[in-house]
């Protein structure tokens, strides 16, 4: 008798256009790279309330039906898109100024503009930019601590180079995913390769993910499925064709950079967020299924924990100041990222508890918050096809 052995257990996944439906006419399905797979169909039990003299139960029933689980992950590049643009319910795009007027203030760190918006174009606190069409060597990403219509504030040292005519832009670098309105789902197969079993689910949706970011620790991430139906077990797969899973390199934290407030901070041990859209499954006469996934309000909340070294972080929670806060996770080689940013943020605590030894840690909870125009979180990667 054949048992199936963990290591061959394995997740795919294809958008549906349908809710529910499986796409039609052989669609790729993407082979997730994930570190646990525990997606599993959860029924209510209806408990008979019969007084019986044998002082047993007649019968249960099985109730509503629904998909529940959580799939683990670590970090890496556009291994899991297909699943971040599904928990924010749009798809990644590119940012840009196009062909403008602009012109460098070295002093100030800053790209400005003779018409049009900054704002408008759809810059964030917390991007990362590129600038093309200058005369100087203008390389590097440059993240951006604050935007205003006509004045783009870089956080890393500008040269005040001179701008090249009529080729002039800014743009974020890659392409960028913010919280949308657009309610996707994915049709999910787990299969036990070894012994050739496999369950598919439909109308999955990514309605939570939790992420954390730690010094000498490879960043993990835990998604949180909800879905609205689940098949009996096969002995077939019904995934088709499947791309070959990626060789992609994790991202840890010391590969990359974080910026609080407009500037790089170098005391930061510890970032955790989470995205939670409060979606829902609903039961109706007549089906063990919900209907539809209904979608909810998200809340984007998390915590970070920086040695303490003065009050500025500590009064900002005090004074209920705004802030911004973003970090950027590169891979060993710098050339791709993925840069997580929220635009606007308040903190909503500031916890000190001193040790015995050792460097004072302070933590500070914080809400990401909508901005003008734009969304609490930012998922960018590094490239935009």
Not at 73 to 91: A, I, K, N, P
Not at 109 to 136: C, H, I, K, M, Y
Not at 348 to 364: K, L, W
């Amino acid at each position: 008798m054949a048992i199936s052995a963990g290591t061959n257990a394995r997740i795919t996944a294809v958008a549906e256009a349908t809710r529910n439906t499986k796409p039609g006419t052989s669609p790729a399905w993407g082979l997730g790279r994930f570190t646990s797979l525990n997606i599993n169909l959860e029924k209510n039990i209806l408990e008979s309330a019969e007084i019986r003299s044998t002082r047993q139960r007649a019968d249960v029933r099985h109730g509503f039906n629904r998909v529940t689980g959580s799939l683990g992950f670590q970090v890496s590049h556009r291994d899991h898109d297909l699943y971040f643009e599904t928990l924010m319910g749009s798809t990644f795009a590119t940012v840009g100024t196009g062909v403008a007027t602009l012109a460098i203030d070295g002093a100030a760190n800053s790209v400005t503009r003779a018409s049009g918006s900054f704002v408008t174009d759809g810059f964030r606190p917390g991007d990362q930019v590129e600038l093309t069409g200058f005369t100087g060597s203008l390389t590097d990403d440059y993240t951006v601590a604050s935007v205003t219509a006509t004045i783009l504030v870089i956080v890393q040292d500008i040269a005040a180079t001179q701008a090249a005519a009529g080729t002039r832009e800014v743009d974020v670098k890659g392409a960028r995913l913010g919280i949308g309105t657009t309610l996707k789902t994915l049709h999910l197969e787990r299969g036990f390769t070894d012994i050739n079993q496999f369950q598919t689910f439909g109308g999955c949706n990514v309605n939570e993910m939790g992420m954390s970011i730690s010094p000498e620790a490879i960043a993990t991430g835990t998604m949180g499925i909800i879905g609205m139906s689940a098949a009996a077990i096969s002995g077939s797969s019904s995934s088709g064709t499947l791309a070959a899973t990626s060789t992609n390199d994790v991202f840890a934290a010391f590969d990359g950079i974080l910026v609080e407030g407009g500037a790089e901070i170098a005391v930061c041990t510890q970032l955790d967020f989470s995205v939670n859209n409060n979606r829902s499954l609903e039961g109706v006469i007549g089906s063990k299924f919900s209907p539809d996934v209904f979608d909810g309000t998200a809340i984007v909340t998390g915590s970070a924990t920086f040695f303490f070294e003065n009050e500025t972080l500590f009064n900002k929670f005090v004074n209920e100041t705004e802030s911004s806060l973003s970090v950027k996770l590169a891979n060993p080689g710098g050339t791709d990222f993925l840069n997580i940013s929220f635009p606007r943020i308040k903190y909503t605590g500031a916890n000190i508890d001193p040790p015995q030894s050792g460097p004072v840690r302070a933590v500070f909870p914080f809400e990401a918050l909508e901005p003008s125009g734009g969304s609490a979180i930012y998922l960018q990667r590094s490239d935009s096809a």
